[in-house]
């Protein structure tokens, strides 16, 4: 009855605490090496009435949202009458306000990495607060692409982008 038990416990215990599906891990010598991997469903997104990419609300100001309603898996979202976003392809924000660049190219919002299809995922051009470029290269991992990382409105990054920084210890 015993090993019955333990093995009953030990089930019960890796499918209770154990990693879900999409997650991985491995330990190297006391590093835990995460492998992540997209779930891939979402809910289907709608904006003022038009279909629109589930990214888009990592760009929506939740200042302007009249209404929220879930039905069915879809997630309907209505803004105030009197803002009016204005919806851009990643694609096309980078064409709009970056030099053309025959390199590839990574899109972080808010430190979050960017996955998918450049001009279907959309943003609220009215809620960027800046921005950023990098150029990283690494002829070692045959590496040459430009990182872009864009910061909305939130408070947390309004108030990051007014602090002062001071380096140096001469005066």
Not at 42 to 63: E, I, Q, R, V
Not at 90 to 102: E, I, M, S, T
Not at 108 to 118: H, L, P, S, T
Request: charged share 25%; glycine share 4%.
């Amino acid at each position: 009855m015993k090993p019955f038990s333990t093995i009953l416990f030990l089930f019960l215990s890796v499918n209770v605490f154990g990693q879900t599906k999409w997650d991985s891990a491995v330990n190297h010598a006391g590093l835990k090496v995460i492998h992540r991997e997209k779930n891939g469903s979402s809910a289907m997104f709608y904006l003022n009435g038009k279909l629109m990419h589930s990214s888009l609300h990592k760009t929506l100001n939740p200042d302007f949202v009249a209404d929220v309603d879930v039905l069915e898996g879809k997630i309907y979202i209505k803004t105030k009458a009197d803002y009016k976003p204005q919806i851009i392809s990643l694609n096309n924000l980078r064409k709009k306000y970056l030099a053309q660049q025959p390199k590839p190219a990574l899109f972080m919002i808010d430190d979050e990495m960017v996955d998918g299809n450049y001009e279907s995922i959309l943003v609220d051009e009215n809620t960027l607060l800046s921005i950023v470029t990098e150029n990283f290269l690494n002829r070692e991992e045959g590496l040459d692409l430009i990182l872009i990382k864009l910061r909305t409105k939130s408070k947390e990054n309004i108030k990051k982008s007014k602090e002062i920084m001071i380096r140096g210890n001469a005066i």
